[in-house]
């Protein structure tokens, strides 16, 4: 039982944390929340089926530094962009005032390239981690 | 062994080429450029700007540091190659030689050039850094890594009072621009205190009595950087500075006069020392100390007459020092002797280089016919202004010179031959044969050079100088003095025995009392302190804790003594919801305690994990929902993160954890109850303080206009973004580090 | 409440310096987060302005203090990474030497350490040595 859920529930704490960045500047919760429980269901893979068991139910973990480098990136360039246009760091776009394009209430605008950057570092940095703390277990035991 | 072995031919010295290159660059620059200049702003909000003119004083500077430059660095291309051969080091080590020449050659051009004080000081520490890898260049020479610190540490500590100076003055006038500090000082204690900091940082770059004995020790330097820091960096950046500070130190009488003692004292010291040394180079060191003694005094004189001097002597010096230079490292290459009593008669051998030296040495002298005739004329002539202590100093000082360096020539060239002479090569010869006709046209044509001098003594002086150097034949004081010079330096040559006794004493009077045993006294004390703080701080981790904690619980502990407490401390009261927190925060000490007096890992965990998540549902009733869910989240990835960290740890022996030693537990208690103690008076008082009003007023009423609703993370992602990209930087650094300790770097 | 929250915090960062006093490396580090927990609580309860989470405020409602709450945000999440660095340092000192207990870590570093004392001699004769270039002649 436990190990099915291991296997589905990252894909509903994917629909979930989807849903708190897509909410956040409105609601509670940001891109950090959203990748720590992302996150958790991965760990929740990992004690059920084992680092290794989970990797192979999950290929899309061996990502994961890629996920924590460019998500840093995305967050960093979202974030330094404005230097470019001769604003401060981390000025937002459209500016005070402006118009925002809302899709429900998705916001579309700069701070959600900076939530998304933040919410794929947070997903590969704990993966990474995982990663470590399981294997390092497994390669000592052999 | 020495001998220079000319039929294997190394590979060209490429960067040592580069480095001679960029050098006449320079020297064509300064030569045609003059009178530009720039500032740019450097960091506006500190009031510091990169600003740089070729004035009068730059241009002679820059032309003495590139020219020089360009001869020290094509000498050195074979004097290089030659030394790390004998060495058996690989050619390749060059790449830690030019770098650092060059970088030497282009921050003392920025020095000359730069027109704030702050930009001074870097560059000074600048020229003080190459030194240092330069002296330092021969590493694996226990002697040489010694001198090479040793000129760092005088130089760079002393070039802190330069800063603090900089400061005193920012601080009254406003500004760090020279020009302006010129012009707005006026006679003050102010003045006074910072004329003499600039002093000190700049006597003891230029060696002077009693921070000379660096200088000595930096001849461990190969040839091409001794010559280079004698003559036209290093040493020179100190009388640079004096040059171009002088009208603030002009201000102050006190300061001029320290000054002339400084100077007179350095001139005496150095020259006598000079006289006995047998080492070729400590000749040349300890005759760059009374030489620049003689600049000091100049500008201690202080004047149109005595600034032109001193920029006039500058020149003279720098041409026939770094020749000097090159000769005795051309003769070392030669002879693999680089001591006075074992060479001699080599004039027969290396008749162009007898020459050119003798050129060197008669301008150093003051012999007719040489530019250095000049350099004593002016000297005199400013010495005679000024009043008869001043005259009698300035022959002493001639006498000197000429004895010392009557002996350092004829020792080398004349008398019976001694030592054995490969072939000179070219390359070492021909530079100094450059300088030595530099030096004789200067003695004919003296026009340029007195041109070039009176424009450097315009602005050290701040006032219009004209000097009109010649060779007059009559019975004017200067001339009396001049022969009164050579005569009795003549006979200090002649009789050896007059001075022996005196040099002697000097050095063994250096050695007992001087203050190179004050630097090494110093440097061994810091040496026990530091392994004392050492054996201290590191041996035990519990030691270094508490060396942190108990001084800030005894400052915590003062601090509240100290303060009042009426009214500093709130109860607060409880309402509505708190009915729900009290029980929680009741749950927290319950687990806290638990947490720390658990006896098997596993239930640490767990009790940490109910302290995390009792706090998680608190922040929810305070009105924190952000920081509730992502206390929840961490909570639980914390959690899971120690239960697998413990899993991998060996075996805990339930047995071991009763501690064998009562006093080490009973004492661990008490520290812990005064932390909290301490921690609870501090909090509380803290708490019951809110700010009454806080910048997030500022934050709720701007979230509307950034397009968000929830004010948290509009400041986390917009208004305080900053902090946010740094915290995610850190998670990223972390999970590397992670992957260090663990996985040994891989990240997957 | 101000009272209830300043004992909270003063007993979690009494536990967490006694932790941090301990022999074993794994109760420092639970010492550490015992001691980060007491600063959020700290940085929480200076914002005890409480009204509703500062949300969609409307000007003039009584909201808690949002500063404060980023503060912990980041606190939070820096904690969790700190925590991280320090499991795995453990990690690796149990690894390398065999043991999570101070003391014996400590007897390892004093072999390390008279190795050192060795070097330093040599480097104080460095200094002390005196080559002065030459003798007079």
Redesign the interface.
């Known amino acids: 039982m436990v190990r099915v859920i291991a296997r589905l529930l990252p894909g509903p704490s994917l629909m979930f944390a989807a849903g708190l960045i897509a909410k956040g500047y409105a609601e509670v919760g940001d891109g950090f929340a959203a990748g720590v429980i992302v996150a958790l269901a991965v760990a929740l893979a990992y004690v059920a089926l084992g680092a290794a068991g989970a990797e192979a139910a999950l290929p899309a973990l061996r990502h994961a530094p890629k996920a924590a480098v460019g998500g840093l990136l995305l967050a960093l360039a979202s974030g330094f962009f404005p230097l470019l246009l001769g604003d401060p760091p981390v000025t937002h776009r459209p500016g005070p005032g402006e118009h925002v394009t809302t899709i429900g209430t998705l916001e579309l605008f700069t701070p959600l390239l900076f939530d998304l950057g933040v919410f794929l570092l947070v997903i590969g940095v704990l993966t990474v981690l995982l990663h470590h703390l399981a294997r390092s277990r497994e390669e000592a035991a052999r | 062994m020495a001998v220079d072995r000319g039929g294997t031919r190394p590979t060209a010295d490429r960067p040592g080429w580069s480095a001679c290159v960029i050098a006449v660059a320079g020297f064509a620059l300064c030569l045609f450029a003059g009178g530009a200049g720039f500032s740019l702003p450097w960091a506006p909000s500190l009031d510091l700007r990169l600003a740089f003119a070729l004035d009068g004083l730059a241009v002679l500077y820059g032309l003495l540091a590139t020219g020089v430059g360009a001869l020290v660095f094509a000498y050195g291309t074979r004097y290089l190659t030659l030394h790390l051969e004998h060495q058996r080091r690989p050619a390749v080590e060059r790449w830690r030689f030019w770098p650092w020449m060059t970088l030497f050659a282009v921050s003392m051009v920025g020095l000359a050039t730069a027109q704030d004080l702050v930009l001074v000081f870097v560059f000074f520490d600048l020229t003080a850094v190459c030194s240092y890898f330069l002296i330092g260049f021969d590493r694996a020479e226990?002697?040489a890594?010694?001198s090479a610190l040793m000129a760092l540490l005088v130089t760079v500590v002393a070039a802190v009072a330069m800063l603090v100076a900089a400061v005193l003055l920012h601080a009254e006038h406003g500004t760090f621009a020279i020009p302006e500090l010129l012009d707005r000082a006026e006679p003050s204690t102010t003045t006074t205190l910072a004329a003499a900091l600039l002093a000190v940082a700049a006597l003891a770059k230029s060696a002077q009595v009693p921070l000379h004995f660096w200088l000595?020790?930096a001849?461990a330097a190969p040839t091409p950087v001794s010559a280079y820091l004698h003559s036209a960096a290093m040493v020179a950046a100190g009388v640079l500075v004096l040059g171009r500070v002088h009208p603030l130190l002009a201000r102050s009488e006190a300061v001029l006069t320290g000054l002339v003692v400084v100077g007179a004292a350095s001139v005496v010291v150095g020259g006598v020392l000079a006289l006995?040394?047998?080492?070729l180079k400590?000749v040349l060191a300890y005759s760059t100390i009374s030489q620049y003694g003689y600049m000091v005094m100049l500008y201690g004189i202080g004047g149109a007459a005595a600034n032109g001097a001193a920029a006039f002597y500058v020149l003279a010096h720098g041409i026939a020092k770094s020749a000097l230079f090159m000769t005795a490292g051309a003769v070392t290459m030669a002879t693999g002797e680089d001591?006075l009593?074992r060479l001699g008669g080599l004039g027969r051998r290396v008749p162009v280089l007898a020459v050119a030296a003798g050129a060197a040495s008669a301008t150093l002298a003051a012999l007719p016919l040489t530019v250095g005739f000049f350099k004593d004329e002016l000297l005199f002539a400013a010495a005679v202004e000024r009043g008869p202590v001043t005259v009698v100093l300035a022959v002493v000082a001639a006498t000197l010179t000429f004895a010392y360096i009557g002996r350092f020539w004829i020792g080398l060239f004349l008398g019976p031959a001694r030592g054995s002479v490969g072939a000179a090569s070219t390359l070492l010869v021909a530079p100094v044969v450059v300088l030595a006709a530099v030096a004789v046209l200067g003695g004919v044509v003296v026009e340029p050079f007195a041109r070039l001098a009176e424009d450097a003594a315009t602005v050290s002086a701040g006032e219009p100088v004209t000097m009109s150097p010649g060779y007059h034949l009559d019975a004017r004081p200067e001339n009396l003095m001049a022969v009164a010079a050579w005569a009795l330096g003549g006979l200090l040559l002649v009789l050896p025995r007059l001075t022996d006794g005196l040099s002697?004493a000097f050095?063994a009077a250096g050695?007992r009392f001087g203050p190179r045993r004050a630097y090494?006294g110093t440097?061994?004390a810091l040496?026990r302190v530091s392994?004392a703080v050492h054996d201290r701080e590191v041996?035990?981790?519990?030691g270094s804790?508490a060396a942190v904690?108990v001084p800030a619980g005894l400052l915590i502990g003062v601090a509240f003594v100290a303060t009042p407490t009426a009214g500093a401390y709130?109860?607060?009261?409880?309402e509505g919801?708190?009915w729900v927190?009290?029980p929680l925060?009741a749950l927290?000490?319950v687990a806290?305690?638990v947490?720390?007096r658990a006896r098997v890992?596993l239930v640490?965990?767990l009790a940490?994990a109910v302290?995390?998540f009792a706090?998680a549902a608190?922040?929810a009733l305070?009105?924190?929902?952000?920081?509730a869910?992502?206390?929840v989240?961490?909570e639980?990835?914390?959690t899971?993160?120690?239960v697998?960290?413990?899993?991998?740890?060996?075996r805990e022996d339930p047995d071991r954890f009763v501690?064998g030693d009562p006093v080490r537990r009973r004492r661990?208690?008490f520290?812990?109850?005064l932390?909290?103690?301490a921690?609870?008076v501090a909090?509380?008082g803290?708490?019951?303080q809110?700010a009454a009003d806080?910048?997030?007023d500022e934050?709720?009423r701007?979230?509307p206009?950034?397009?968000?609703?929830?004010?948290?993370?509009?400041?986390?992602?917009?208004f305080?973004?900053?902090?946010?990209?740094v915290?995610?930087?850190?998670?990223?650094?972390?999970?590397v580090?992670?992957?260090t300790?663990?996985?040994r770097g891989r990240?997957? | 409440m101000i009272l209830a929250f300043a004992v909270a915090a003063a007993v979690l960062f009494g536990s967490g310096a006694y932790l941090l006093l301990k022999q074993d490396l794994i109760r420092m580090v639970a010492g550490i987060i015992l001691i980060s927990q007491s600063g959020v609580v700290t940085i929480i309860a200076a914002s005890l302005s409480r009204g509703r989470a500062a949300i969609d405020v409307a000007p003039g409602e009584r909201v808690s203090d949002p500063l404060p709450q980023a503060l912990a945000l980041t606190a939070l999440v820096i904690g969790l990474a700190t925590v991280a660095l320090l499991l795995a340092l453990v990690h690796r000192a149990i690894v390398v030497f065999r043991t999570a207990e101070q003391d014996e870590l400590a007897a390892t570093e004093a072999e390390h350490e008279a190795g050192l004392e060795r070097r330093r001699q040599a480097d104080r004769e460095e200094i002390e040595s005196d080559p002065d270039g030459e003798r007079a002649p």
Not at chain 2, 539 to 542: K, P, S, V
């Open positions: 226990r002697e890594r010694r000595p020790k001849m006995r040394r047998d080492v400590q001591r009593s002697r050095a050695e090494d440097l061994r040496d392994a041996r035990d981790l519990r804790i904690l709130m109860v607060g009261i409880v919801a708190d927190i009290l925060l927290v000490v806290t305690v947490t720390a890992r640490v965990a940490l302290v995390g706090l608190l922040y305070v009105g924190a929902p952000d920081v869910l992502v206390a989240v961490v639980t990835m914390l899971l993160v120690f697998a960290a413990l899993s991998r740890l060996p501690p661990d208690v520290a812990a109850l932390a909290g103690l921690a609870f909090l509380w803290f708490l019951s809110p806080s910048v997030s934050h709720l701007l979230t206009s950034a397009h968000g609703g929830d004010v948290v993370t509009v400041i986390v992602a917009d305080r973004g900053l902090d946010t990209l915290e995610i930087t850190v998670l990223l650094v972390a999970v580090g992670v992957a300790l663990v996985r990240l997957w």
